[in-house]
């Protein structure tokens, strides 16, 4: 079995004590932060193995590490196969630092977001800039409804029933 499809049924459970769930994304999200502080910390490196590599180097287990290359794999340079990774599957860490800091702000991630090692990537207006620009993309505008007793949109003078609203 892929190890994604693994980490999925065991991490999104319908079946499961909601406990235990919370629990395991209560360990989940510390060591998500951990392993990013570790990244963030030489953001240019490039890190790079294989599944199981990944997952001793950060001192984690191979579910754990693949929820985190699950969580991280839209913030990459090059995407990983994730759908038919292994353990023995090479992957990348490479990450696109403002698409990163974009997506945990996309996330509602602020432990991750307001981690202190962002602090030397990003300077505080750059970081708001991001924010910002994140929140902005995902604000849905709805289009103000025309009722038929209205003046037509199309700047006729007429109502809306007898003009641009006949036909619809």
């Keep these: 079995m892929a190890l994604l499809k693994e980490w999925r049924d065991k991490a999104y459970s319908e079946t499961a004590n909601k406990g235990d769930l919370q629990r395991l994304w209560t360990a989940y999200f510390q060591t998500e932060k951990e392993i990013y ?5 030489n953001p240019d490196e490039k890190v790079t193995g294989t599944v199981k590599e990944l997952a001793e180097k950060y001192n984690v287990d191979l579910m754990t590490m693949t929820g985190f290359l699950d969580g991280i794999n839209d913030s990459l340079k090059e995407a990983n196969p ?4 292994e353990a023995d599957t090479k992957v990348s860490l490479a990450f696109d ?3 990163l800091y974009k997506n945990m702000v ?3 991630a602020d432990w991750l977001y307001e981690l202190e ?9 750059t970081r708001a800039s991001l924010y910002k620009e ?3 993309s995902s ?3 709805k289009e103000e409804k025309v009722y038929p007793n209205d003046p037509c949109p199309c700047g006729s ?3 809306y029933k007898k003009c641009c609203g006949k036909n619809a």
């Design 134 to 136: 994140q929140k902005k």
């Design 139 to 141: 604000t849905v505008v």
């Design 157 to 159: 003078g007429k109502k």
């Design 37 to 41: 502080q570790q990244l963030l910390t």
């Design 82 to 85: 994730l759908e038919e990774m």
């Design 106 to 108: 996309g996330a509602g």
């Design 117 to 125: 090692e962002w602090n030397s990537i990003f300077d505080e207006e």
């Design 97 to 99: 630092k403002e698409l």
